[in-house]
């Protein structure tokens, strides 16, 4: 159907009557029964898209428009967005697909608002869709996180009553002590206030900007104000390596800060997964028995792992979360950290006062390397991160030219005979620590390869078939045995039973006694050495010589080499390129096209939301049954 045939003029959008009317929803109907085959034959929605959509049609009676907007918030929460904004499709054509277009948007609303399947403005009925004041359709269980989510931030971000607040003389002299007044940068000081007069703080920055270090301090702060009990603050991470990262860093300056606070000396400073945070709390829900939480990492928690974490909050109790608002988004629908710290733009808005930027690298010159690069990417400046890339007097940052299948195929056989074979080839040979010149940490920290895809032909599962082969030619990986001394590998999936995380990644080792285990350095056991758990007790895996970006977020490495894929790809986004960069603590290669780098820069992963909206005072109220959209 043609894009005429599904457009009428706006004055016959359903006010009018008589066969104008009829005739204009019938035409309606039909432009969105046909964009919803289409769709789905081109492989645009999935089957449980298209099963939702029918789902909701029933309820309905049969309503096509409201099935095919069914379908397309199905398809959009598998995508990562919490809700469909109608207004960025109604009335178009599907991008790069030809010959489907979609219903305008008045009567399009029209239909939902009426529709039995929907819920506009009665608070408590479920229905398996909720429409907004703003022309923002859910699922009904993202619409009802996000609310939950909205409200515990507003309660949370209030300022303490002045009863509960501490006093503002002895405030001012605790934090002397702990973020001195001539410090280089004078956001860490104020993020430690924001701490202690607020039960909600938000600290966001780029790598190296001291966030750990910052949150360090204010944990000394709250325990020397007797705002926090050493005993009752929990530290969480998204990942085991994200949890394994902040509970080293916390420990290190706590230990220092010990001699100035001595009951920081209590302080075990345990990091934990949040899932395995609140996995201890059953299913019946129930709090955390703390003062204070601190989580890292935040911009990999998801909407409803950020409900969860909320409600499990007792009263009274302070949350701290870390994070970069630069970075990807969680995998699963919500894009809270950001929303969270975008929202304090607004005069109004309840966040301004616990949101805190660090803007002092301690670890990247801005002006050169990796952070001249990173600064580049943000911005969105492509001819800036080309020139840090192709700059022959910068040494820590590199562009190589990948213009196609073949050539990645020869990257993967070059790492596989530089870098795996021989640290595969030590680890085969070493004692029950991996010997030799293997590194404690373990040996493949140092240098990490990062791929925006996983799978096609420029994805991290073909770069780990293409080493595993190379490696079995030279005799290191033999076929017949999946666990060969030397393979790195990840978990892909949570196991109380072994205690391991989705995203913990370890390497197969000869212990003492030559057997086969998988030491995971970033895990500790009860003797505060690295984990060793035996192969046949592993939960789900992967071999790991290359890992998708979303994989690496909450890790580092002291060099990375990193492929965004061809310049039409819609995966590679700004915000994922400069995820892939800051993994990296000296050095960056970047194997693609300047096409392709430009390409990704102009990209952005904006994820349709009503959380920013409203904690920004613009409201989420909902669409009123029988009324058109409010423009």
């Given at each position: 159907?043609?894009?005429?045939?599904?457009?009428?003029?706006?004055?016959?959008?359903?006010?009018?009557?008589?066969?104008?009317?009829?005739?204009?929803?019938?035409?309606?109907?039909?432009?969105?029964?046909?964009?919803?085959?289409?769709?789905?034959?081109?492989?645009?929605?999935?089957?449980?898209?298209?099963?939702?959509?029918?789902?909701?049609?029933?309820?309905?009676?049969?309503?096509?428009?409201?099935?095919?907007?069914?379908?397309?918030?199905?398809?959009?929460?598998?995508?990562?967005?919490?809700?469909?904004?109608?207004?960025?499709?109604?009335?178009?054509?599907?991008?790069?697909?030809?010959?489907?277009?979609?219903?305008?948007?008045?009567?399009?609303?029209?239909?939902?608002?009426?529709?039995?399947?929907?819920?506009?403005?009665?608070?408590?009925?479920?229905?398996?869709?909720?429409?907004?004041?703003?022309?923002?359709?859910?699922?009904?269980?993202?619409?009802?996180?996000?609310?939950?989510?909205?409200?515990?931030?507003?309660?949370?971000?209030?300022?303490?009553?002045?009863?509960?607040?501490?006093?503002?003389?002895?405030?001012?002299?605790?934090?002397?002590?702990?973020?001195?007044?001539?410090?280089?940068?004078?956001?860490?000081?104020?993020?430690?206030?924001?701490?202690?007069?607020?039960?909600?703080?938000?600290?966001?920055?780029?790598?190296?900007?001291?966030?750990?270090?910052?949150?360090?301090?204010?944990?000394?702060?709250l325990v020397a104000l007797g705002l926090?009990?050493?005993?009752?603050?929990?530290?969480?991470?998204?990942?085991?390596?994200?949890?394994?990262?902040?509970?080293?860093?916390?420990?290190?300056?706590?230990?220092?800060?010990?001699?100035?606070?001595?009951?920081?000396?209590?302080?075990?400073?345990?990091?934990?997964?949040?899932?395995?945070?609140?996995?201890?709390?059953?299913?019946?829900?129930?709090?955390?028995?703390?003062?204070?939480?601190?989580?890292?990492?935040?911009?990999?928690?998801?909407?409803?792992?950020?409900?969860?974490?909320?409600?499990?909050?007792?009263?009274?109790?302070?949350?701290?979360?870390?994070?970069?608002?630069?970075?990807?988004?969680?995998?699963?629908?919500?894009?809270?950290?950001?929303?969270?710290?975008?929202?304090?733009?607004?005069?109004?808005?309840?966040?301004?006062?616990?949101?805190?930027?660090?803007?002092?690298?301690?670890?990247?010159?801005?002006?050169?390397?990796?952070?001249?690069?990173?600064?580049?990417?943000?911005?969105?400046?492509?001819?800036?991160?080309?020139?840090?890339?192709?700059?022959?007097?910068?040494?820590?940052?590199?562009?190589?030219?990948?213009?196609?299948?073949?050539?990645?195929?020869?990257?993967?056989?070059?790492?596989?005979?530089?870098?795996?074979?021989?640290?595969?080839?030590?680890?085969?040979?070493?004692?029950?620590?991996?010997?030799?010149?293997?590194?404690?940490s373990g040996p493949f920290r140092r240098?990490?390869?990062?791929?925006?895809?996983?799978?096609?032909?420029?994805?991290?599962?073909?770069?780990?078939?293409?080493?595993?082969?190379?490696?079995?030619?030279?005799?290191?990986?033999?076929?017949?045995?999946?666990?060969?001394?030397?393979?790195?590998?990840?978990?892909?999936?949570?196991?109380?039973?072994?205690?391991?995380?989705?995203?913990?990644?370890?390497?197969?080792?000869?212990?003492?006694?030559?057997?086969?285990?998988?030491?995971?350095?970033?895990?500790?056991?009860?003797?505060?050495?690295?984990?060793?758990?035996?192969?046949?007790?592993?939960?789900?895996?992967?071999?790991?010589?290359?890992?998708?970006?979303?994989?690496?977020?909450?890790?580092?490495?002291?060099?990375?080499?990193?492929?965004?894929?061809?310049?039409?790809s819609r995966v590679a986004t700004r915000?994922?390129?400069?995820?892939?960069?800051?993994?990296?603590?000296?050095?960056?290669?970047?194997?693609?096209?300047?096409?392709?780098?430009?390409?990704?820069?102009?990209?952005?992963?904006?994820?349709?939301?009503?959380?920013?909206?409203?904690?920004?005072?613009?409201?989420?109220?909902?669409?009123?049954?029988?009324?058109?959209?409010?423009?």
């Open positions: 159907m043609s894009a005429g045939a599904s457009r009428g003029p706006r004055a016959g959008t359903g006010r009018s009557g008589g066969s104008g009317r009829g005739s204009l929803e019938a035409r309606g109907a039909a432009a969105a029964a046909s964009a919803l085959d289409d769709l789905h034959a081109r492989g645009h929605l999935a089957d449980i898209d298209r099963h939702f959509g029918a789902f909701a049609a029933e309820i309905d009676g049969g309503g096509s428009a409201v099935a095919l907007a069914a379908a397309l918030a199905s398809a959009r929460a598998r995508e990562g967005h919490t809700c469909l904004a109608m207004e960025s499709l109604a009335g178009s054509h599907w991008p790069d697909v030809d010959g489907v277009a979609l219903p305008d948007l008045a009567p399009w609303l029209e239909s939902l608002a009426a529709s039995p399947a929907v819920r506009a403005g009665d608070a408590n009925e479920r229905r398996p869709l909720v429409l907004d004041a703003r022309g923002r359709l859910y699922l009904e269980r993202l619409w009802a996180a996000e609310r939950q989510v909205e409200r515990e931030v507003q309660a949370l971000a209030r300022p303490l009553a002045a009863d509960l607040a501490p006093d503002p003389e002895r405030l001012d002299a605790t934090l002397d002590r702990f973020f001195p007044r001539d410090a280089p940068s004078a956001r860490p000081r104020a993020a430690a206030r924001a701490a202690a007069l607020h039960r909600l703080c938000l600290v966001t920055g780029g790598p190296g900007t001291g966030k750990t270090t910052t949150v360090a301090g204010i944990v000394a702060l926090a009990a050493p005993g009752r603050i929990a530290l969480a991470a998204p990942t085991g390596k994200a949890a394994a990262r902040l509970q080293e860093s916390i420990r290190e300056r706590d230990r220092e800060l010990a001699a100035t606070v001595p009951a920081l000396a209590e302080f075990a400073a345990e990091a934990s997964t949040l899932h395995r945070l609140l996995a201890g709390l059953g299913r019946a829900g129930g709090e955390l028995s703390v003062d204070a939480l601190v989580v890292d990492e935040g911009s990999m928690v998801d909407l409803s792992l950020m409900g969860r974490m909320l409600a499990a909050l007792p009263e009274g109790a302070r949350l701290i979360l870390l994070g970069d608002a630069s970075q990807l988004a969680s995998v699963q629908p919500g894009a809270v950290f950001a929303d969270l710290c975008g929202a304090d733009e607004a005069p109004d808005s309840p966040l301004r006062s616990c949101v805190v930027r660090l803007d002092h690298n301690w670890r990247f010159d801005e002006a050169g390397g990796v952070g001249r690069l990173a600064a580049g990417i943000v911005r969105g400046d492509a001819g800036a991160a080309l020139a840090a890339l192709e700059d022959p007097e910068e040494v820590d940052t590199e562009l190589r030219l990948l213009a196609d299948e073949a050539g990645f195929a020869r990257i993967a056989n070059a790492f596989a005979e530089e870098q795996a074979a021989p640290l595969v080839r030590a680890m085969r040979d070493g004692n029950a620590g991996g010997g030799g010149s293997v590194p404690a240098f990490q390869v990062l791929c925006a895809h996983r799978s096609g032909p420029f994805g991290s599962e073909r770069f780990n078939a293409l080493v595993e082969r190379r490696l079995r030619t030279r005799g290191l990986a033999p076929a017949e045995d999946e666990f060969y001394p030397g393979r790195p590998l990840i978990v892909t999936r949570n196991d109380r039973r072994t205690g391991l995380s989705n995203g913990d990644t370890g390497v197969v080792v000869l212990d003492a006694r030559g057997r086969r285990r998988v030491r995971f350095p970033e895990l500790r056991d009860e003797q505060g050495r690295p984990r060793l758990v035996s192969p046949a007790r592993l939960p789900a895996h992967e071999s790991c010589f290359a890992l998708t970006v979303h994989r690496a977020q909450g890790s580092e490495y002291d060099e990375v080499a990193v492929v965004p894929g061809p310049a039409a915000e994922l390129l400069y995820t892939a960069v800051t993994r990296a603590r000296r050095r960056v290669v970047v194997h693609g096209t300047r096409e392709s780098i430009a390409a990704a820069l102009g990209r952005r992963t904006d994820r349709s939301s009503g959380l920013r909206d409203a904690l920004m005072g613009h409201g989420a109220g909902e669409h009123r049954r029988g009324t058109a959209l409010e423009r």
